[in-house]
């Protein structure tokens, strides 16, 4: 599995998430429209232009797309960040979330951040364990922007 920041000719692996369904019933409980997607994208694209964090393709050793992750240092709070990731179904249950979760936090501690939290739908049992096994803990659940929401959290400055 290999990382890099999304690029202009990505788009269709990036819309391949956020158009399936089972990708994001738990994450916006809808599929994005492709115009939306396109408006997100480059968003996205902007933002790892600037940033030496960002929005990340995650593909197998072939080149297919596989994934997306995110470490994205909070704006009032640079020291802190947040990562997410979505995967696409056919590649659920193989150990790829914990190796970006895990990949992630190398990233966050190279860059100095000290704290990651991660929003996911407290439906998402898989998610859940694969940030617990990171040594991410709970720390809010309620409505998060209209949608069930549970803040996971990791201080990287104890994690060893």
Known sequence: MKFIKYTQPDF???YALVSNMEVMKQITERAIPEQEARTQFESMLEFNERSTCGHYRVYSEDGAGVAYAKLIPDQEDPTKAEIGYMILPEHWGKGQGTSIASRLIIQAQAAGIGS?????????????RI?????????????????PGEILELNLQTKR
């Open 12 to 14: 269709d692996d990036y």
């Open 131 to 147: 940030l617990t096994r990171q040594n991410f803990i709970s720390t809010w659940t309620g409505d998060y922007d209209g949608l």
């Open 116 to 128: 990651l939290y991660a929003v996911i739908d407290p439906g998402n049992a898989a998610s859940r």
